[in-house]
């Protein structure tokens, strides 16, 4: 296993982390420019903020730094109550593997939806299986695109809390299924099996309470473990969304799930990606970086 | 499936639904008698209740009213940091299944517990394989005791939200493993196959989110399955443990997982157990009990 504690060229910080610096809105231009400053050799942006810092600035920054995107977050959000719905779900996910390819990410991660609706506090319907069966198909018409750009696609998997609302994809046996059904062959980006088109994305804070996670880890293998996000689980958590904890602070033993990671071929960014409204989202994003860079070496 | 809507004799009322009225504490005495009121024909008591009104007292009240117990709650927390806090666990348990016995109770639930202190805010570790394997050696030594006394143990997996704190077995397959490993004859009761001695409570705030969650109802079968569970899952839930919805306020099919249920065997009571600090537990309890019954013939 990788021992992170000399430097931190395996951390990737996902731009969500720092997305607010006591409480306000900060450009990605600014988030990029303090990770470089601090020898920070990747991060994951949000569409969102990459729309309004504009793509082309983003890009040449990007370059300008030599920063790696670990992956971009995000497509997915397949689910919709008519096939109108699924059409522009389809053609967004498209802008966002372009995005993706004009960044260079290491893949684009998928948050596949959930049941129609219910993000806005009203679902449509509460048929799981319907979601489903539009998320895998919804991903397949992704896929040819994604392939025809060599742009891998990564599930990643929700913790269960989330089915309802933003993933009805809820486990790595879950989003494995799925990858062996619409990607045997892990065919991928230079047409051999070294890296599958499709594959997933392992946030320990979605997956870390599952018994078969080693289990699911190992099956995926290298060519299939596309991104490890990391943060904690606080007991108690306060908020279903915004209360994730930093590295170290909470109970998921993240060293050991890097090890299931790294004992199947995994070797690249551990990817920090903490939403918090309450804490530290209201303290200075530098500390919060400094923060992410000595819990990243201390491996907690 | 059986039809609810002419009465509501397969209704049972899980004592925690109705704990508070207005806010206000209310003993278990004036719950059962409130129940016994309106024809209900099922109670599943909590043990601190019966034991603030007493259990003489509560038995008597029981067999006056010819209640029958759906289950009773709860037995569990098994993990500890040391041997003797292990051993604490398992006598509160022989206790439990006492108290199960003189109740007349359908089972004796199980929330198995995860790990240690994380419930008081501090886990003592993060070794979930430990926790696990605590709650499988607990079960077994308690399983002994409650076959000498014809009480069967029902392991309820909780959502994975409560791994750290409350049960670290969170998943159907994970239980019906356990119960393979520790009763595999599904011995039972009446020493035949009928009712194994160790089977699951099915609650669907816990399990609906899972797409094994078919699959293993009826790998259970009618011999394992020894309690279903009903309330509602709410978009968005603002509460990890107090946000329960009344059924039909949220977005989980309960009829479909109760035909799954009847489909395996399943022909006992539909519980409702809603945990609700924000708003069923400020209402006054009769309009909360009448909402019950008037849900459950509903069938929502």
Chains 1, 2 share one sequence.
């Not at 990007?62 to 790696?68: I, R």
Request: with cysteine.
């Amino acid at each position: 296993m990788r021992d992170f504690s000399a430097d931190h060229r395996w951390l990737s910080i996902n731009t969500a982390t720092v997305r607010k610096s006591r409480g306000v809105e900060q450009p990605l231009t600014d988030i990029i420019e303090a990770c470089a400053q601090r020898g920070i050799k990747a991060i994951s942006p949000w569409r969102d903020q990459v729309a309004a810092a504009g793509l082309p600035a983003v890009s040449r920054l990007v370059k300008t730094h030599g920063l790696t995107l670990s992956g971009y977050c995000r497509g997915g959000m397949f689910p919709a109550v008519d096939a109108a719905g699924r059409q522009a779900a389809h053609d967004d996910n498209r802008r966002a593997v372009d995005e993706a390819c004009e960044l260079n990410a290491a893949c684009l991660v998928l948050v596949v939806g959930g049941l129609p609706g219910a993000l806005a506090g009203q679902a449509a319907h509460k048929d799981m299986a319907l979601s489903r069966n539009q998320v895998s198909d919804g991903i397949a018409a992704l896929l040819d695109y994604a392939i025809q750009n060599n742009m891998p696609l990564a599930i990643e998997p929700l913790h269960p809390m989330y089915a309802a609302d933003r993933a009805c994809i809820n486990t790595m046996e879950q989003a494995l299924d799925i990858c062996d059904a619409l990607d045997p062959p892990r065919t991928g980006k230079d047409g051999k099996t070294q890296q599958a088109a499709l594959g997933v994305a392992v946030d320990v804070y979605h997956v870390w309470w599952d018994p078969k996670l080693q289990q699911q880890i190992e099956r995926a293998g290298k060519s299939r473990l596309m991104a490890f996000h990391v943060c904690d689980w606080l007991t108690p958590t306060t908020d279903l969304l915004n209360d994730r904890g930093m590295m170290g602070d909470g109970v998921i033993d993240i060293p050991k799930i890097r090890g299931w990671m790294e004992g199947s071929g995994f070797g690249g960014y551990s990817e920090v990606e903490i939403f918090s409204s309450s804490n530290w989202c209201q303290r200075d994003s530098d500390e919060v970086l400094d923060c992410c860079i000595a819990r990243h070496r201390s491996d907690v």
